[in-house]
Every structure is written in structure tokens, then in C-alpha cells.
């Protein structure tokens, strides 16, 4: 006895080979442990659909059931737009960093640690590692999408409603960002940087200090293709 389950073209790069097709058949268990045993995480599915109808990943198969698994809906939002992201994506980030996303990042991380610090201080766990999403003491997680940085950042931007301040944190420890007198710092500027800028932000947390330099307008352009709805 089994169960039919249906994945869309969007999921279907997380199943094992030979169910490319995106059409499985599975065993009566619970909807959600089903799914996962096939490799796709709860954090990348919207509501599924049991013979059509609106289903809690609860629900526990029954023979000849047909389970429609749905990417889920984006924008996603979520009550703190906070991440912690895990040691193989800090240039994602960094680059985060930049755009005024709160973002907890350490390189030296392990799985455990991610996921404590993820449901700790409420923030949404960014990986690319699949297993780490299926976790159930995980309380909120998302795949990021692409191999290089731009396109990682353009997913995560796609897929969560965030409203993005430039220059505001620090890139390198996440510090909220000061503006400072340009007397003050001076000394501590190269030569052609004091020539060329007069506005500087300092960490208060690490002490680095910051001007906008030749990427301030392609973060600008970000900021004026990302706008929310709402």
C-alpha cells in the first residue's frame, strides 16, 4: 500500500535521481516525514495538497492518496529579518552585511551550534545544506539557492521581504555602523582615500571605518530593484 506524491519542477533538484520525474511513491507514514525522506527540507515546501485539499504535514497517508507538494510562496515573510548563515556562505554574508541585514556569521561553525544560535536568537538558518534544514529541533531554516554570491544574494532577496539599509552595519562582525568625523579618523586613511571622501562611519564594535567607495552605486541599484510589497 502507497501513496502517490508530486513535486513541481522547483523542488525536484532535491530528490534522489531516480525521482527526477518529480512523481514518487511512498509509504503510509506522516505527509512530512514522507517528504523529507525523499531529500526535500519542510522549510522549501508551501502547504501541500492531499486529493486536492489543504493537508498539515501531520496527516498520515493513506493508501492511493496524491500529495501535490508546492514550492513555497514567496515573498516569505517573517517577524524578525534576522539571519545566521552557515561557513560556506560568507561572502553572501558580507554582502548582506552591507545591504543593513542583520546577519550572524561564523566560519568555524558547526551544525549544532548553527541550529542553537538559529532558534536562540530567532533568526532563519541559510544553508545549502540540505540535512541541516530537515533537523526538527530547527525552528526556522531556508535553502539558498545558486553557486556564486550574486546569484545567492538575489535569492535571498527574491525570497524574504526585507527592508534594506546600505552602509548601516558593519561587513566584518555585523556591528550597527556610526557616522564619524572625518578629523577624527583621519590619520588613519590611506592618502587617496582622505583626498577623495569626506563621509566616514566607524564600528563600534571592531573600529573599522568606512567610506562609500566604487560599490555604493551598485548597492544602490539593489536597493531601488528590491522594494517589497506592502
Known amino acids: 500500500m502507497t501513496a502517490t506524491v508530486r513535486f513541481p519542477p522547483a523542488l525536484r533538484f532535491f530528490l534522489p535521481l531516480r525521482h527526477r520525474s518529480g512523481v514518487c511513491e511512498v509509504p503510509l507514514e506522516t505527509l512530512g516525514h514522507a517528504v523529507e ?3 526535500v527540507p519542510r522549510t522549501e515546501m508551501g502547504t501541500p ?24 510562496p514567496r515573498p516569505q515573510w517573517i517577524t524578525a529579518p534576522r ?6 556562505l560568507g561572502t553572501l554574508a558580507r554582502r548582506l552585511r552591507l545591504l ?12 549544532d551550534e548553527l541550529v542553537a544560535q538559529a532558534n536562540a536568537e530567532e533568526r532563519v538558518l541559510l ?13 526556522q531554516g531556508a535553502y539558498v539557492l545558486g553557486s556564486l554570491p550574486d ?12 527592508s534594506l539599509t546600505p552602509f548601516s552595519r558593519c561587513p566584518s562582525c555585523n556591528g550597527l555602523l556610526a557616522e564619524v568625523a572625518k578629523d577624527e579618523v583621519s590619520h588613519l ?42
Open 37 to 39: 525522506a525523499l531529500g
Open 49 to 72: 495538497l492531499v486529493n486536492g485539499q489543504p493537508s498539515p504535514v501531520d496527516y498520515r497517508l493513506r493508501d492511493g492518496d496524491v500529495v501535490d507538494v508546492p514550492v513555497r
Open 83 to 88: 539571519f545566521v548563515l552557515d561557513v560556506h
Open 100 to 111: 543593513g541585514v542583520d546577519v550572524a556569521y561564523r566560519n568555524d561553525a558547526d551544525d
Open 127 to 139: 544553508t545549502q545544506d540540505r540535512g541541516i534544514l530537515r533537523r526538527r529541533a530547527l525552528v
Open 151 to 162: 546569484d545567492q544574494l538575489a535569492d535571498v532577496l527574491d525570497r524574504f521581504a526585507l
Open 189 to 230: 586613511l590611506p592618502d587617496g582615500t582622505r583626498r577623495s571622501y569626506d563621509q566616514f562611519s566607524r564600528c563600534p564594535q571592531c573600529g573599522r571605518i568606512y567610506w562609500r567607495g566604487a560599490h555604493s552605486d551598485s548597492l544602490e541599484s539593489i536597493v531601488a530593484t528590491h522594494r517589497p510589497p506592502g
